[in-house]
């Protein structure tokens, strides 16, 4: 019972002191993965036509899509092609995604994209994963894919710059 004072004492020195340290940490971010934000890969279709795949990763950890077809000779939209919204986890260089909503175009449509309104929803509910690489400075993410079989329309990988939305 003689050690009870000291004990005591000592437990309160020791709580005054760590909690004088809490103050002195810095401030957390939400999220400081290098993939949150705005990306946009371009594909030349034809002459005077351009196909803008954009992503947008948001710190909830959800992600938006679309893929629109631009004029690039007046940079007018001509009207989209898809677009989706989903969730996305990055960890190390793994990007899975869990696609939720779908949106393309109709099959009666005339021409491969449509209006923003026009698009239909389809029950595709997906789930993908690429192995992601970013640059230096973090302005360009390449997506590498996995490897497929011969008689597949495979892609190797994309190449997606981040930009500012307007």
Same mark, same amino acid.
């Given at each position: 019972?003689?050690?009870? @004072?000291?004990?005591?004492?000592?437990?309160?020195?020791?709580?005054?002191?760590?909690?004088?340290? *809490?103050?002195?940490?810095?401030?957390?971010?939400?999220?400081?993965?290098?993939? !949150?934000?705005?990306?946009?890969?371009? !594909?030349?279709?034809?002459?005077?036509?351009?196909?803008?795949?954009?992503?947008?990763?948001?710190?909830?950890?959800?992600?938006?899509?679309? !893929?629109?077809?631009?004029?690039?000779?007046?940079?007018?939209?001509?009207?989209?092609?898809?677009?989706?919204?989903?969730?996305?986890?990055?960890?190390?260089? *793994?990007?899975?995604?869990?696609?939720? %909503?779908?949106?393309? %175009?109709?099959?009666?449509?005339?021409?491969?994209?449509?209006?923003?309104?026009?698009? %239909? *929803?389809?029950?595709?509910?997906?789930?993908?994963?690429?192995?992601?690489?970013?640059?230096?400075? #973090?302005?360009?993410?390449?997506?590498?894919? @996995?490897?497929?079989?011969?008689? #597949?329309?495979? !892609?190797?990988?994309?190449?997606?710059?981040?930009?500012?939305?307007?």
């Amino acid at each position: 019972m003689r050690n009870f @004072p000291r004990v005591l004492l000592l437990g309160i020195i020791g709580t005054i002191l760590l909690g004088s340290c *809490q103050g002195d940490k810095e401030p957390q971010l939400k999220n400081t993965s290098p993939i !949150i934000g705005y990306w946009k890969e371009i !594909i030349d279709v034809e002459e005077g036509v351009q196909i803008y795949n954009t992503y947008a990763f948001l710190e909830d950890g959800s992600y938006n899509r679309s !893929i629109a077809y631009i004029n690039s000779n007046t940079n007018s939209l001509l009207g989209y092609s898809g677009k989706s919204d989903g969730t996305f986890t990055l960890v190390n260089d *793994q990007l899975s995604t869990q696609t939720t %909503v779908v949106y393309n %175009v109709p099959e009666s449509a005339e021409a491969p994209y449509v209006s923003h309104d026009q698009l %239909v *929803q389809v029950s595709e509910n997906y789930a993908s994963s690429v192995t992601v690489a970013f640059s230096e400075n #973090q302005n360009e993410m390449t997506w590498i894919h @996995p490897p497929c079989g011969e008689p #597949q329309n495979c !892609i190797e990988s994309q190449v997606f710059d981040r930009y500012v939305p307007l």
